[in-house]
């Protein structure tokens, strides 16, 4: 049985993962308080939001428990995590924790094993609060697409929270989570960082392991933190980082300390404005916000420059070529036979195949196969394929180039502020041209910062999106971490009860 906390949750949920560490650090406060805390949270709002697929009250009190008697006893040191609950995006794998990748086709999955991230998370003396929804296996800008049900954004109920890790920025966002993991293949941690006003940050890829994320495009996929704040974020990145021999693509690079990173000075630091992302088909209230934000960098010292991104215009094609194709391989393994759903109607493998990937697969996951699958084809590899894999090049070159002139790269996170509910789901490819901000860092395998920079009038967030060069996490941390400071935002209220 759950017990009632010497605090009430609204006094905890408030408060940010730095306070809750100093807190925990000064004994003020335990950890089985801000789990009872927060689990109360989510029975209140959950209902509304739908963050969360699965949770586990009884294993995260149990392990609460013997976290604070491991303190109490000098057994253990605190960590930047411990005794902070985390949620976790439902395809990042936990073991002895249901992981199905907001799919039916994984509706059962146990997995027998651990991802790296998750793992490390762990180790620093951090806990699973549960595991967040998600467009089916990450694909998908609105989290409508998931198996299960969709996520409202916290904000406006009548609104989507992006995605595909909308489940963990919805989390983070309605107080459910002090912070979250999410993965970002085109923009699936910023936009939704975004649009639920969180902060959202995709490494560099290779900075955190992909062992352990159910693969969805292997070039493009990262792991990475949505926190409420640039400190909160550099916090869960500080300890999820770093080289993993699990991981063929993890970097064998130092991790830097981007706690400490955050107070230096941005004092002369280059902030470039690319010119192709201010231009037609952007809400003229977001280009209005990135456009003060910048100004309140110069006033701090920094010097705002126009920088030139020439290939811009080919960035989704290039992207859902790619991206596609890598599904139709990553997805082959869902076949009915070692794991996941398997249809009644089996008969013949062929019949097995056929009606096991029919049955858990949504339209949207069979889409993105046909697409990749066709892409791939005798006849059209080179046509598709292989000229996308010549543009990323010239996207990648792009970049190389603005950051001769940058340090930073500022501007829109997507198009548009929140969708409304049912708005994307008729037109598949109004929705990919959302992403069209977003997919280039991925294609680069340069970091990405989303957070907020205002709010409009209804008290709907609208964010931008910070750019650096490979292993510049630390960098981006710091302008956003100034950002906060220089534009005190006051948040809203949201579209929540207590």
């Not at 009915?336 to 990937?357: D, F, K, P, Q, V």
């Amino acid at each position: 049985m759950e017990r009632e906390a010497s605090r009430p949750a609204c006094e905890i949920c408030d408060l940010s993962i730095a306070q809750l560490h100093r807190g925990i650090r000064k004994r003020q406060i335990s950890s089985v308080e801000i789990a009872e805390a927060y689990l109360r949270r989510i029975r209140s709002r959950d209902p509304k939001v739908q963050a969360f697929i699965s949770r586990s009250a009884e294993t995260l009190l149990e392990e609460a428990r013997a976290l604070d008697q491991s303190l109490a006893s000098g057994k253990r040191a605190v960590g930047l995590l411990t005794g902070i609950p985390l949620a976790v995006k439902d395809n990042i794998v936990t073991r002895g924790m249901r992981t199905t990748c907001g799919s039916r086709i994984l509706e059962h999955y146990v997995p027998p094993y651990e991802a790296t991230s998750v793992a490390r998370l762990r180790a620093d003396g951090g806990l699973i609060l549960g595991k967040t929804n998600l467009d089916e296996f990450a694909m998908g800008s609105t989290t409508e697409n998931s198996g299960f049900f969709p996520t409202r954004n916290p904000w406006d109920l009548n609104r989507v929270p992006g995605g595909s890790s909308g489940g963990s920025a919805a989390a983070v966002a309605a107080l459910e989570a002090p912070g979250a993991l999410g993965s970002d293949t085109g923009g699936s941690i910023r936009q939704p960082a975004a649009f639920c006003g969180v902060v959202g940050l995709k490494p560099t890829y290779g900075r955190v392991s992909r062992y352990g994320l159910v693969a969805f495009a292997s070039s493009l996929d990262q792991i990475g933190p949505l926190a409420r704040t640039a400190r909160d974020a550099a916090m869960i990145l500080q300890v999820v980082s770093g080289y993993d021999p699990m991981d063929s693509t993890s970097a064998r690079r130092p991790v830097d300390d981007y706690v400490a990173g955050l107070e230096g000075d941005i004092r002369g630091l280059r902030i470039g404005l690319p010119a192709e992302w201010f231009s037609s088909g952007l809400d003229p209230r977001i280009e209005a916000a990135v456009r003060a934000a910048a100004a309140k960098l110069a006033a701090a010292g920094c010097e705002v420059v126009e920088v030139d991104l020439p290939h811009t215009e080919f960035a989704i094609a290039t992207y859902y070529i790619i991206a596609l194709a890598e599904a139709s391989s990553n997805l082959a393994r869902y076949d009915g036979m070692r794991y996941g759903h398997r249809s009644r109607r089996a008969g013949s493998l062929e019949e097995t195949y056929r009606n096991s990937r029919n049955e858990g697969f949504g339209d949207e996951v069979k889409r993105r196969i046909m697409i990749g699958t066709y892409v791939l084809s005798a006849g059209y590899y080179d046509a598709y394929y292989l000229k996308a894999s010549k543009v990323r090049t010239l996207i990648k070159e792009d970049y190389f180039r603005a950051f001769e002139r940058a340090d930073v790269l500022m501007g829109p996170t997507a198009p548009s502020l929140p969708f409304r509910r049912g708005d994307k789901t008729s037109d598949p490819l109004e929705m990919y041209l959302s992403d069209v901000y977003t997919v280039t860092a991925n294609l680069a395998g340069i970091p990405g910062l989303a957070t907020t920079c205002a709010y409009t009038p209804e008290g709907v967030p609208i964010g931008l999106q910070l750019l650096g060069p490979h292993f510049g996490e630390g960098r981006l941390l710091r302008v956003a971490h100034v950002l906060e400071r220089e534009l005190g935002l006051v948040r809203p209220s949201l579209a929540l009860g207590a």
